[in-house]
């Protein structure tokens, strides 16, 4: 329940909007603190967040701004210590087939082929080893079908002639691509990307990317992509979050990360390449820069651009002293 004092800004901002469960994603008052030593440390602190279904919102930050830890309480790894996550107006108790995940560690098994691990999450989902057993002529068939949908998608993705290949005979772009397939193939809800390119070649990366996209614009799947790239955030993302620890308010010292900025990213979707040479573009990164993760300039909590329409505090103004 959002508290009186709510601030919110931007064009929509006094248009009402859906209730929190009516979001893909909805993260309300969320703090997280672990325990140190005698006390405790405060990881996250009063993160609220509202993802609509079909939205690609990248999430960067400095080192140690708890941008894993978000990560994992969207795929319901990891509890808040106070407040509430709901993916699709559910709690999520524990990892399941809604949230497909890509991490920048290729999830592929390295003893099976290419279509094997494409399909390796399609049997999880509907056998156990012990129905596999019980019904082995159904289950053959099923993976029949299951290999049969993997290698059309792997046409699709510009891998056909690699499906019986292991991945040790692929490139790490070849990999990535498999990892990224192996996750959409179940049609998950959404699309958790954890640094996914960071140890590609810029090249390579550049071509992941555009892969990704033209990938999100046919499915229209919801997708939260964190990194530590602030060039790949506004280039891929309509929407950019930015998760910092480097921000000021009047009485004491901050305390945990917060959202310091939740803005639309201009230049429309598609975007072109040659969009990362745009003069909004450069700004905007120079604006995030300067006033979200640079140690040495801190805006005030005040001052944090919260301009996307679904951006909102539960703080009251009188917190902010805090």
Not at 40 to 62: Q, S
Not at 219 to 237: I, N, Q, R, S
Not at 272 to 293: G, M, R, S, V
Not at 300 to 311: T, V, Y
């Amino acid at each position: 329940m959002e508290r009186a004092g709510v601030a919110t800004s931007g064009p929509t901002a006094a248009e009402p909007k859906p209730a929190a469960g009516d979001y893909a994603i909805a993260l309300t008052d969320v703090c997280v603190r672990y325990p140190e030593g005698a006390g405790e440390k405060t990881v996250l602190n009063d993160i609220d967040l509202r993802i609509r279904a079909g939205e690609f919102a990248t999430l960067v930050g400095p080192s140690g701004a708890g941008k894993s830890t978000l990560f994992r309480m969207v795929l319901g790894a990891e509890h808040p210590t106070t407040g509430e996550v709901l993916i699709h107006g559910t709690p999520p108790e524990q990892p399941n087939q809604d949230c497909g995940i890509v991490y920048q560690k290729y999830s592929l098994f390295p003893h099976l082929t290419v279509v094997d691990n494409i399909v390796f999450g399609l049997e999880l989902q509907e056998f156990t080893l012990l129905s596999r057993l019980a019904n082995l002529w159904r289950y053959r068939r099923r993976r029949a079908e299951f290999a049969e949908r993997a290698r059309v998608y792997l046409k699709r993705i510009g891998l056909a002639d690699d499906a019986d290949k292991y991945p040790y005979q692929l490139s790490g772009g070849m990999r990535q691509r498999v990892a990224i397939a192996q996750a959409m193939i179940t049609e998950p809800k959404i699309l958790l990307m954890d640094e996914p390119f960071g140890a590609l070649d810029a090249n390579t990366r550049q071509d992941m990317q555009l892969f990704l996209l033209e990938e999100w614009n046919e499915t229209k799947m919801t997708v939260l992509f964190v990194t530590h790239d602030l060039e790949e955030a506004l280039f891929l993302g309509t929407r950019v979050l930015v998760l910092s620890q480097y921000y000021t308010c009047d009485n004491g010292r901050p305390e945990g990360s917060k959202i310091v900025k939740d803005c639309t990213v201009p230049g429309g979707h598609p975007r072109p390449t040659n969009f990362k040479y745009a003069p909004e573009f450069a700004k905007l990164i120079e604006e995030i820069q300067h006033d979200c993760l640079s140690p040495e300039h801190r805006q005030h909590i005040k001052s944090f651009d919260l301009s996307h329409c679904d951006a909102f505090r539960t703080v009251s103004p009188a917190e902010w002293k805090r």
